[in-house]
């Protein structure tokens, strides 16, 4: 056994203390400066724009002059780690201080800089991001979420992250809990479905790391794929480059692992020898992605409009987590149904250019060099007198003692180290294993998959199969109604198809269609009487009807059948909830309880139950407020309502610790009027009305008619009474829970304007179109404002394509709104489309601007400009305003380009080639107050043409020589293809006329 070690670095290790101290844990401020955003007011439906957020909305007017803003933090800190959470800006984890090395864990962007890459807008870069679906990034980026802080019995604190998203009220948390003694984050995530649908789940826990030139990805994988799933490339190297290293990607790339079998991944930078470790079991924690924005300069110009930071301060990749393989996948959730998982996130440094391999405790780096083995270890917690064993088979090569530390790496050389692999093993001085793997790590070779292959197999299937397989995918991808219109496809090739019945059944429901989904779901029971996916669907369904015996029939059917009997359960507690069987109804949710104990929706209901049958409950209440989502305002409420004295810090709880304040009071509020209980829901709403932040039209409308189921129309007429005055707001009607809400309140007041624009926004929000377009027919009768006016003017624009009364609604709703530039936008290109774009130019330019202009007026302006000729006035636009791109655009530029262009070839058949000379060469650069950088391979063929063609008229034969060889060196249509490069006719084009220039040149 070779028994001496030659010790690379001298390091001083700290032994561990006798105890850790306790994890501090407060609450308090931080002030950053901040690039504001605007929360537009209107509603946005996927109808008639395209986009999926309803009932959120737009948060695409980003503005230009930073100002230091406030936020409410949460802070988290041990001997090793400071977490800083800001709960305002989508529970985002805005800073991990590394103590060990006085520097950010993460990319710290140091200010509030949103560019256009959410799904509503405005996103930011840094620090961890709860990447949360439907798609793409999240609506919750830069709002408010519910978090607060619990203290452990352990001495350590977590930080509790939560929302109930709006679009499906999927509930997700996170605990991010910091350990004394322990220099990492453990992570703890779940998702759950309280409702009765079937809703996509899609979640990347996204982290950012600098981008220098030092930063690589570290992967112990063999495949790599893209965004889609769809192409594939070898690691670590692909087509003889290596893919490790962030310097040789020209431009943006996403990387995901395929098939790998390890639990770690993450990055490393070689020259700052620092790096981020994540840690979760594969098998659960599928998704190993990264992103880089890519080294040309269009992917650093968009860096820098996410921080004030210069070229080499801005560049950061994102080194993601999920449960899904790629961001093409989603997952469903089954009604109540969760999924949770765990993960380990922790700064390592001093390990020269990366790791091989690290778990939760010890990350490793295992070069062989000389012959030598050398190692170079860290450890998230001290370990005094740690045992290193270096072994081949059942021969020790070498026994070692030493202490392990966050705080410094710690480095151990075998000399002459045999050929083949090596066993390492540390343990602590308990003997526990701390590490073992083999080096070199084993990595599992995986071929592409065949994709041309599984899709032939795909056709050879049954019509309906393909059929509904392609239903299934719309769904999943949250495209409602063309997985509803497809799933009448398969159920029109086999009208049998259950599983085609009880999907559509489960739209039909979720859109409040309640007869509908009965009658899917009928079908479906006459095929198969034994599936409880239609018994449960039809159950629901029933219950929405208030036909609880129905219901109850239901529910026993699930019950006998195996599939979910928790689930007959909660239907038959229910529906005695509405019988007021309070006995029953417990027994039947204490069944449900029992089967799935962890589930909070059946624990919800068995409390409910248990209040509503006189039973004392608040013993129970008081040990699961901090478990298992402390931030769940539901156990609060349950409180309030059982014991009168919880009431005022119930409701100080939802003031100071919940995020979307309407929205989770309107959920505790369904929850109750779901089980028949009118006045505790009316109670709850009665608490949130006194205090000081804000009630809104949506909770006074429940209020009024929860006090008339209740029984007291007089105190009901009362408070439908303060309806009057109220504005709109940022709360829009979503749930079907609320339509018959706005049915009686339509019919105590028949005159609110604002209930039957609320009516129509609910109506749109379920896809419900001719319903929506009658209530608001019904509010501009009335006398109803802008949201009413514009969506019958979106109506008539998209949906009846006429243009005449969609503009006439537009002037009416700017009339109302004179300052809402969301109208000015649509109408100009209302107006366009009818062939008066003179007219809508007059329109933008005389546009009131108590606020800079949209960036997409803008860019409509500028391009207007451009089809009129107007290349000054587009030149001139374009350098005094202020720019910021959605993901990937490059739209300023390209105006900018065809702007001088135009103008170029204006001044070259005039004869003031000098003029049209400094034109075509001004458009081959890339003003930085456009935010937009020049792409990895040009494709500006046009302009080399003309700009060649003029420098030939100057007699500078050379120049222009040389112009045309740029030019005809470019892609064109027949080159092979290039990520994110586009040719189009124009390119094509001028690649072969320049190349036609040199040719007679010659």
Known sequence: MTRLFSVLLVVFTVAAPASADPVKAWEGTLDLPTYPWIDDPNPVYQEYEGRIYYPYTRQDHLLDEKEMRTYRALYLENEYLKITCLPELGGRIHSVWDKTTNEEMFHNPGVIKPALIAMRGAWIAGGIEWNVGPQGHTVTIVSPVDATIVKNDDGSAT???????????????????????????????????????????????????????????????????????????????????????????????????????????????????????????????????????????????????????????????????????????YGFLKPHEEISWREYWYPVHGLGDGFEFANRDVAVNAKREGGALNLALIATAEFAGARLTLSQGERVLAEKNFDLSPRNSHMESLANAPEGPIDITVRDRAGNTLLAYATPLAITSVDAPDLEGEAAWQKTLPEDTQLFMAAQL??????????????????????????????????????????????????????????????????????????????????????????????????????????????????????????????????????????????????????????????????????????PAEGEGVLAFWEQESGERIFTLMEVVTFFTNLGLYEEAATILEGARQTDRGYGPIPLLAHAWCQAKAGDDAAAMATLLQLEGMALGLDFPARPEMRPVLAWAAKQQPDSVLVATLQGMLEAGLYNRSAAVAHWKTAVAKGGGSIPQRLLGLDAWKVEKDLAKAAAHYRKAIAASPEDQVLYRDLSQILAADEKKGEAIALLEGMPEAVPARFDIVLWRARAYVDEGRFDDCLNLLKNSTFTNFEGSTRPHDIFEDALLGRGKVRFEAGDFDGALADFTEALTYPEYLEVGARYVLTDAELRYWQGKTLAKLGKADEARAAWEIGAAQPTKDAPKQPYINVNDAQDLHVKKCATALELMN
């Open 159 to 329: 930080l509790v992250i939560g929302n109930t998203e709006k679009m499906f009220r999927t509930r997700w948390t996170v605990r991010v809990t910091l350990h004394p003694g322990k220099a990492y984050l453990d992570e703890s995530i779940r998702m759950f479905n309280p409702t009765d649908g079937t809703h996509t789940y899609y979640f990347w826990n996204n982290t950012a790391f600098p981008n220098l030139d030092g930063t690589r990805f570290i992967y112990p994988m063999s495949l790599g794929s893209n965004h889609n799933g769809d192409e594939f490339f070898t690691w670590p190297v692909n087509d003889g480059v290596d893919m490790t290293y962030l310097k040789n990607y020209p431009t943006m790339a996403s990387v995901f692992a395929y098939g790998c079998d390890q639990d770690f991944f993450g990055a490393y930078d070689v020259d700052l020898d620092r790096g981020i470790v994540s840690h979760a079991n594969h098998h659960i924690v599928q998704g190993k992605k990264a992103w880089t924005w890519g080294e040309d300069d269009f992917g650093v110009m968009s860096q820098m409009g996410l921080t004030d930071g210069n070229r080499e301060e801005a560049p950061y990749i994102e080194v993601q987590t999920g449960p899904l393989l790629t961001q093409a996948d």
């Open 474 to 643: 719309l769904d999943r991808k949250n495209r409602p109604e063309a997985a509803r219109e497809k799933y009448e496809e398969v159920l029109a090739v086999s009208p049998g198809h259950v599983d085609a019945l009880n999907a559509l059944a489960t739209l039909l429901l979720e859109r409040g269609d309640y007869e509908g989904c009965i009658a899917q779901t009928k079908k479906a029971i006459r095929v198969d009487e034994e599936s409880s996916d239609a018994w449960y669907l039809q159950g629901a369904a029933q219950l929405a009807l208030g036909q609880a015996d129905d219901a109850i029939v239901s529910g026993y059917k699930v019950v006998q059948g195996s599939e979910d009997i928790a689930r007959g359960y909660s239907l038959v507690g229910r529906a005695k909830m509405l019988q007021k069987d309070f006995p029953a109804a417990v027994e039947a949710f204490a069944q449900a309880h029992h089967l799935g104990p962890e589930n909070s929706r059946y624990r919800d209901w068995w409390l409910a139950g248990r209040y509503a049958n006189e039973e004392a409950i608040i013993a129970d209440l008081e040990p699961l407020r901090d478990a298992v989502d402390p931030t769940d305002f539901m156990l609060h409420a349950l409180a309030a309502v059982a014991d």
